[in-house]
């Protein structure tokens, strides 16, 4: 029962490198997020996918891109990496919005 | 602008006492809530929801209360437990949302003290 994996756990980069998030679910979900968590200020959609092909923007998108490989894949990237983008990224899935998201255990990031 | 506050950041209770955590909304648009909490170096996880038709959900320990005419729910916790020391996220779901696009709380650092 794994869930939602995320990988890495733990990333250090520079100002301007770029790196993916990776983030797969076996629960058979339809739908995908992105969210980020910052000190005080709760969690932050980045992007989500409501069905396999379809990403769209959520309240926070900007220096980021998506990819909706599968059902089963939900990728984040990073094309070049700011100071602004340390924080704890999440992934999660749902199958439908009322049912409540199924988190994984997050990827912490640190822009220096 | 916030459209779920939660404005207390952190509670401490005695164990064996009642936590009430709160939650306030601004969209009167919102069809479901939900509360989520976290542990240190893990991601939230889903503890209770309630859909906007109703007013009370029970699970054990744990009852959501929402009053619609104040856009106001609640979290109680009985009795409390040291093992529900975590943050609490309270989450809301538009009527209409794309797939649920919900909308998160800061949250509240519940302590609860042995």
């Known amino acids: 029962n794994a869930g939602v994996t995320q990988t890495p756990k733990f990333q250090v980069l520079k100002t301007g490198q770029s790196m993916t998030l990776q983030c797969a679910q076996d629960?058979?979900?339809?739908?995908m997020y992105w969210y980020r968590q910052d000190p005080g200020m709760g969690l932050r959609l980045i992007y989500y996918?409501?069905?396999?092909?379809?990403?769209d923007k959520g309240e926070v998108p900007n220096g980021y891109n998506v990819s909706r490989l599968n059902k089963r894949e939900f990728s984040l990237r990073l094309e070049s990496a700011a100071p602004s983008q340390t924080s704890v990224y999440f992934c999660?899935?749902?199958?439908?919005?009322?049912?409540?998201?199924?988190f994984g255990s997050g990827t912490r990031l640190t822009v220096v | 602008d916030q459209q779920v506050k939660q404005n207390s950041p952190s509670l401490s209770v005695q164990e064996g006492r009642i936590s009430i955590l709160n939650c306030d909304y601004t969209?009167?648009?919102?069809?479901?809530f939900l509360w989520y909490k976290k542990y240190p170096a893990e991601g939230p996880t889903f503890l209770i929801s309630i859909s906007s038709i109703k007013d009370k959900n029970e699970d054990g320990r744990f009852t959501v209360f929402l009053n619609k005419s104040a856009k106001h729910l609640s979290l109680h916790i009985v009795p409390s437990q040291p093992g529900d020391s975590a943050v609490y996220f309270c989450?809301?779901?538009?009527?209409?949302?794309?797939?649920?696009?919900?909308?998160f709380g800061k949250g509240t650092k519940l302590s609860v003290k042995p």
């Open positions: 999660a899935s749902s199958e439908a919005y009322n049912y409540g998201y199924t």
């Open positions: 996918s409501a069905s396999e092909g379809t990403t």
């Open positions: 629960m058979n979900h339809n739908s």
């Open positions: 989450a809301a779901s538009p009527i209409g949302g794309s797939q649920g696009n919900l909308i």
């Open positions: 969209n009167s648009m919102f069809d479901y």
